[in-house]
């Protein structure tokens, strides 16, 4: 798989694609933009790029992504599973973390040694300091050495929504940018050219690092009050949820100022809640909720009666979750809402736009695995959760092309004045639907 940026007045001549279902398309771009699509179009000199008949698609936008913390993760120590599922296989990842100073663990989940804190981490690891993120991003753990180090005086090692506070003692974001355009790198390598980083915490430092970024993607960034564009992301939790009063004057202030709003959900009571938030203040195009991971029939009914007509709000869902988590959610969901497990067919018979993400480092960065698991909703151990909330694979591939700015907008297309960003697969998509894979992915090009 290869990556390729246009320069500023690149010409270029892709030939031999399969373009909206038509092949042995020739398709050639100037300046940024697509400005011929026919068969046997003149070669004038310009680069060139055989597409060898496959599909020609527009890039594809991860509507829900963490940059940074996938940079991060990737440098890290996967302390959860399905890697690691015991306290014994926990121990040999952090006895076998390399370096010699701060240990980075990622993914862990309490089915592996029950719920963390300081003492516990202290026996498996105490003479290095070891902090290891809650695979949910909510919480991180830390021992006794890495408290101190932090300056934190916590009774039980565990903290709570304090990533601002983390990335402020550390102060490694500007350690992590070449690894953050290597991750870059790798998700072109899927074909993504374009992400919305759904970090809470991003703010006017985040938008600066982002600036100095050399990477393969276009940027939608959402967080804080800070930022003076892109949605405010609002953080919901069923153990600390703010006052209702407070929070609602907190969206119409947004609103005021021109900006949407972006609601983490991953429980029925946080979406109902936030619901009942947008109802009080109003909605505004672009208002999102992020993941709706549990939506009943009745919260469903709330959402389209708060969206209206003009369905100002979207959902961006993770179906990739199925897949990576759901035989612990039928362990641990109550059977009446397997069904209601991060739906997709269900918000389109709604009318509800829907777009899609990984949450990555969260999930895994794959789209191509998301979108397979939007078509089967099938867990790791074969079973099916949702059986009606199955898309087509025509409709999984859509989460993944709609606008970066409206990820429940119309698809993009690959037409004559459109932008020059591309995902070529190596098979016509009458074959490349079957398997859904990212091999199939033979070059991504952005202008």
Not at 238 to 267: I, K, S, W
Request: a negative charge; hydrophobic letters at 40%.
């Amino acid at each position: 798989m290869a990556s390729d940026a246009i320069g500023e007045h690149g010409a270029f001549l892709i030939v031999n694609a399969e373009v909206g279902g038509t092949a042995n398309l020739d398709v050639r771009c100037r300046d940024g933009r697509v400005v011929e699509i026919g068969h046997g179009l003149a070669f004038s000199g310009e680069d060139s790029f055989d597409a060898r008949g496959g599909a020609l698609l527009p890039g594809l936008n991860d509507h829900h992504i963490h940059l940074f913390a996938l940079a991060a993760a990737r440098r890290s120590v996967v302390c959860g599973p399905p890697s690691v599922t015991t306290r014994t296989e926990l121990e040999a990842a952090l006895e076998a973390a390399a370096g010699e100073d701060w240990i980075r663990g990622v993914g862990y989940h309490e089915s592996v040694a029950g719920m963390l804190d300081g003492h516990t981490l202290d026996e498996i690891r105490g003479d290095r300091p070891v902090r290891i993120q809650h695979r949910s991003g909510k919480m991180w753990f830390v021992n006794s050495l890495a408290g101190r180090r932090l300056g934190i005086e916590t009774a039980n090692g565990q903290l709570f929504r304090l990533d601002g506070l983390l990335r402020e003692r550390l102060a490694e974001d500007g350690d992590l940018v070449p690894a953050v355009e290597e991750t870059s790198r790798l998700l072109a390598g899927y074909g993504i050219t374009g992400i919305t980083d759904a970090t809470y915490t991003n703010d006017k430092t985040t938008e600066s690092l982002y600036r100095q970024l050399d990477l393969c993607q276009r940027v939608n960034l959402m967080g804080d009050e800070s930022l003076g564009s892109g949605s405010l992301k609002i953080m919901l939790d069923d153990a600390a949820l703010p006052d209702l009063d407070a929070l609602q004057e907190r969206v119409a202030r947004a609103h005021r100022g021109g900006r949407p709003v972006a609601f983490h959900c991953v429980t029925r009571t946080e979406l109902v809640f936030a619901l009942a938030a947008l109802r009080h203040a109003g909605t505004l195009p672009g208002d999102r909720i992020e993941h709706a991971s549990v939506t009943d029939a009745p919260t469903m009914r709330l959402l389209q009666e708060v969206s209206g007509d003009g369905r100002h709000v979207t959902v961006v869902t993770q179906p990739n979750f199925i897949a990576e988590r759901g035989d612990r959610y039928l362990r641990d969901v109550p059977g009446e809402d397997h069904d209601n497990l991060y739906r997709c067919r269900g918000f389109l018979e709604a009318g509800i736009p829907l777009g899609g993400g990984t949450d990555s480092p969260y999930g895994d960065p794959d789209p191509w695995g998301a979108m397979r698991a939007a078509v089967a909703r099938r867990t790791s151990d074969g079973q099916i959760v949702g059986e009606d909330e199955t898309l087509s694979p025509e409709q999984a591939l859509e989460l993944f092309l709609t606008p970066l700015d409206s990820p429940g907008g119309v698809p993009r297309k690959v037409a004559v004045g459109t932008p020059v960003d591309f995902c070529v697969l190596t098979k016509r998509w009458n074959e490349a639907r079957d398997s859904l894979k990212a091999e199939l992915v033979s070059r991504t090009i952005r202008y």
